[in-house]
């Protein structure tokens, strides 16, 4: 009996470890569980899918060598169980995802970010993080301020949310590798203040500003950015 049971542990623990080496770290793993309660996450058994393994799981990938989250497509997959109802990410959910590079949570209704206590976590546990797409969601300009806090991000889209007025910018200028910055769709007042306070993004090489409900005469104003940031950074 005894011996029996040592078997039954041995072969737990046996499988645990074989679903470990090859699947995903267990944090990321439990991270995603808990981001399923929101979104939907599935994978397919049919094609070598399993529950153990979050690598497996539709939009997900992984470095096959570390076996580390590097990508999450998680756009547009709140609506089939929860309509547009507004939803606050506790951004502490991504700290988990030490590799991840790309982040999609477009068109998933988020009305804010729930930022960690502690000031410089995102910076630090998301330091690979180089592209972000938050296009289509309700936030509104206090993401601003989020998101400055990741400074390795390179491609930011944000097109089609709430924000308005002239921006509260300071922040934004902290993202020194931010080369593509996608502000279509959006209620922007001054609209030379905000191109001005772009110039501060010294790595900045395209900026789409499409379908914008722009106050204000602003031709001038941007011409003007517009030759002073072609002669800083296209010398
Ligand atoms: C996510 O939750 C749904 C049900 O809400 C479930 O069908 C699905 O299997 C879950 N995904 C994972 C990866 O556990
Ligand atoms: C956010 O998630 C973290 C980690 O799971 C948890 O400790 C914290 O209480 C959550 N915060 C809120 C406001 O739900
Ligand atoms: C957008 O922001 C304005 C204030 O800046 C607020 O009055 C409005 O309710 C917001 N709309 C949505 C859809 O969140
Ligand atoms: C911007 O960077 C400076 C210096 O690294 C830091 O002190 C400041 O808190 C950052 N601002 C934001 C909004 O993260």
């Not at 998933?108 to 009305?111: A, D």
């Not at 501060?200 to 090489?205: E, I, K, T």
């Given at each position: 009996m005894k011996k029996e049971a040592l078997w039954v542990f041995v072969v737990v623990w046996g499988v645990a470890c074989f679903c470990g080496s090859h699947g995903c770290q267990e944090q990321e793993r439990v991270a995603l569980l808990v981001l399923n309660t929101t979104l939907d996450l599935t994978y397919s058994e049919y094609t070598g899918g399993s529950y153990f393994n979050c690598c497996s799981w539709r939009y997900v990938e992984c470095n096959p060598a570390t076996g580390r989250v590097t990508k999450l497509m998680l756009s547009h997959l709140r609506y089939y169980r929860f309509g547009s109802k507004t939803w606050y990410l506790n951004a502490s959910l991504l700290l988990p995802f030490e590799e991840l590079k790309s982040l999609d949570l477009s068109s998933?209704?988020?009305?804010g970010w729930i930022a960690p206590k502690e000031p410089n976590l995102l910076s630090s546990k998301l330091s690979k993080l180089e592209v972000l797409d938050l296009s289509d969601n309700s936030l509104d300009n206090s993401i601003l301020s989020v998101l400055?806090?990741?400074?390795?991000?390179r491609r930011l889209l944000l097109i089609s949310n709430n924000l308005s007025g002239t921006l509260h910018l300071h922040g934004i200028k902290n993202l020194s590798h931010l080369e593509n910055l996608h502000l279509d769709g959006v209620h922007l007042k001054h609209a030379g203040t905000v191109v001005r306070a772009l110039g501060?993004?010294?790595?900045?090489?395209i900026l789409s500003l499409q379908s914008n409900t722009i106050e204000g005469s602003i031709t001038t104003q941007v011409d003007h950015w517009l030759q002073q940031w072609l002669a800083t950074n296209h010398k």
């Open positions: 998933n209704s988020i009305g400055s806090t990741i400074p390795s991000l501060a993004l010294s790595s900045l090489r």
